[in-house]
């Protein structure tokens, strides 16, 4: 069956340490995501990707980078952990850029930065 | 003000009854709205989407939309401990691209 996969589930990592995020999809969807989860911020789109080469910056892009150089994979980079950035990171995908396509996540990320 | 908005709850059901959700969007020409149920330490599911003006029913879960009023719902019947969870609406947000905003969600308990 196709799906959305993410890696690693958990990491701990160190402030000021670059931290890498993998998402991959076997879908063959376009349009790949990025959001983290914060108790009383409910789910913050950081980073978006409508196909190969293509990305754009979400509500909370500051201290995150994407590339999209497949259509499978979008990883996300911390280039310098900090500690406002401990949450839950989903990877998300959707077939297409029409407005009633819906998002279909990964199981997460649990990121935490000491 | 937010643009989407839900109840934080926590609201409390016993089982068997109906349960009701409510969210709000700020976008009048937002045309894509979705529920998802997330379960603790897990990720969105999608459970249903609404395109028109009116109710959609998919086995016990019905959404409602209302653009005028700029509300939609989802309703729960015969609630399930099983269905105790967040439950998370989207709207997507037609600013030429793809994007959904999310509510913060409704954390739902039912009782048995």
């Known amino acids: 069956d196709a799906e959305i996969t993410q890696s690693p589930r958990h990491k701990i990592t160190e402030t000021g340490r670059q931290v890498t995020l993998a998402c991959h999809q076997t879908?063959?969807?376009?349009?790949m995501f990025w959001y983290r989860q914060d108790l009383g911020h409910g789910l913050r789109l950081i980073h978006y990707?409508?196909?190969?080469?293509?990305?754009n910056k979400g509500e909370v892009s500051d201290g995150y980078s994407v590339s999209r150089s497949n259509t499978e994979d979008l990883p996300l980079t911390l280039e310098s952990a900090a500690s406002s950035q401990t949450s839950v990171y989903f990877c998300?995908?959707?077939?297409?850029?029409?407005?009633?396509?819906?998002?279909?996540f990964g199981d997460g990320t649990r990121l935490s930065i000491l | 003000q937010k643009e989407v908005e839900q109840n934080s709850g926590p609201l409390s059901v016993p089982e068997g009854a109906i349960a009701s959700l409510n969210c709000t969007y700020s976008d009048r020409v937002s045309q894509s709205f979705f529920w998802y149920r997330q379960y603790s330490g897990k990720s969105p599911e999608l459970i249903m989407s609404?395109?028109?003006?009116g109710d959609k029913e998919d086995g016990r879960f019905t959404a409602q939309l209302n653009k005028a009023s700029q509300y939609v719902s989802l309703l729960i019947r015969d609630s399930q401990p099983s269905d105790s969870a967040t439950y998370l609406c989207a709207v997507n947000i037609p600013q030429g691209a793809q994007k959904l905003v999310f509510g913060q969600g409704t954390r739902l308990t039912i009782n048995p």
């Open positions: 998300a995908s959707s077939e297409s850029r029409g407005l009633d396509q819906p998002q279909h």
């Open positions: 879908w063959n969807h376009n349009n």
């Open positions: 609404i395109y028109s003006n």
């Open positions: 990707s409508y196909g190969v080469q293509d990305t």
